[in-house]
T-cell receptor
């Protein structure tokens, strides 16, 4: 079974600065998907960014980018030019490639991001 | 608007009193799933459904039931709730075919069992 680990329970960043959230995962599969979700105080789960494991190029979405290291099984999220609205819980998630896996998302424990004005 | 609708948003109940949390999606998604969120553990899958009348257990199914009689609805049933089922629950849906789809999540149900 796959596992996802987020080793930083909480991170603090100054507004306009950059913060990097760590995520490592354990899998024996070669094809899979990785995601970062944001959960603000409203509790809504918002997809921030996704990465297909077969793609070597790191995904980017505006101020959000990832550093995907397949061999190291690492998938970190970088938030640039942090804004007050970025304050939230962030979850890293893994999804297997095949339909037989049931489309399950396996989540890490989460990292809370605090943004200081 | 494409969405997953969960109700209720908050629920306080007593041990042993059966309850149902409803979930409905308007995107014609084949796949639906229930997760529970607990501090430090992230979200864990309870049950999932690949299509109508097709359901299966996730990682933490004990104490829960589900049904999928219609494509759009996927209710979560707690026959005899216990305090260890106090948690934040999410329903989610996605297209059935394989792809880098994220999930569309409902807004969550905060359940407290006393």
């Amino acid at each position: 079974a796959q596992t996802v680990t987020q080793s930083q329970p909480e991170m603090s960043v100054q507004e306009a600065e950059t913060v990097t959230l760590s995520c490592t995962y354990d899998t024996s599969e070669s094809d899979y998907y990785l995601f970062w979700y944001k959960q603000p105080p409203s509790r809504q789960m918002i997809l921030v960014i996704r990465q297909e494991a077969y793609k070597q190029q790191n995904a980017t979405e505006n101020r959000f980018s990832v550093n995907f290291q397949k061999a190291a099984k690492s998938f970190s999220l970088k938030i640039s030019d942090s804004q007050l609205g970025d304050a939230a819980m962030y979850f890293c998630a893994y999804r297997s490639w095949g339909v037989a896996a049931g489309n399950k998302l396996t989540f890490g424990g989460g990292t809370r991001v605090l943004v200081k004005p | 608007e494409a969405q997953v609708t969960q109700n209720p948003r908050y629920l306080i109940t007593v041990t042993g009193k059966k309850l149902t949390v409803t979930c409905s999606q308007n995107m014609n998604h084949e796949y639906m799933s229930w997760y529970r969120q607990d501090p430090g553990l992230g979200l864990r899958q309870i049950y999932y459904s690949m299509n109508v009348e097709v359901t299966d257990k996730g990682d933490v199914p004990e104490g829960y039931k589900v049904s999928r009689k219609e494509k759009r609805n996927f209710p979560l049933i707690l026959e005899s709730p216990s305090p260890n089922q106090t948690s934040l629950y999410f329903c989610a849906s996605s297209p059935g075919q394989v792809g880098s789809y994220g999930y569309t999540f409902g807004s969550g149900t905060r359940l407290t069992v006393v």
